[in-house]
């Protein structure tokens, strides 16, 4: 899904309030939390991931590669901070 500027905006100024879900530290991005975050899109259409300092990638290379496996748009990396969006049709809470 591309999301325009106006929803990428909309999107950040929601993720602004949100505290991160998950937590990527220095065993990076294992199959393990790629699994977590996409069961976390059952319940969640926005999810905030903080990267720790131990971790070895690029939090936005991690972001790319997360955004890819899960099926969902990466909003924005800013920092060590990752936001993801997945629009659940079951259970849909954003309107964009």
């Keep these: 899904m591309t999301l325009t500027s106006k929803q990428r905006a909309y999107l950040k100024g929601l993720a602004a309030n949100l505290t991160p879900l998950f937590q990527i530290g220095k065993s990076n991005l294992t199959p393990e939390v790629t699994e977590a975050v996409a069961e976390a899109f059952n319940t969640h259409e926005l999810i905030k991931i903080s990267v ?7 939090p936005a290379v991690m972001a ?6 899960t099926g969902s748009t990466l909003v ?9 969006y997945k629009e659940n049709k079951d259970h849909k809470k954003i309107m964009l």
């Design 52 to 58: 720790l300092k131990g971790a070895e990638d690029d």
């Design 64 to 69: 790319g590669m997360l955004a890819d496996r």
């Design 76 to 84: 924005q990396v800013i920092g060590r901070k990752i936001v993801l």
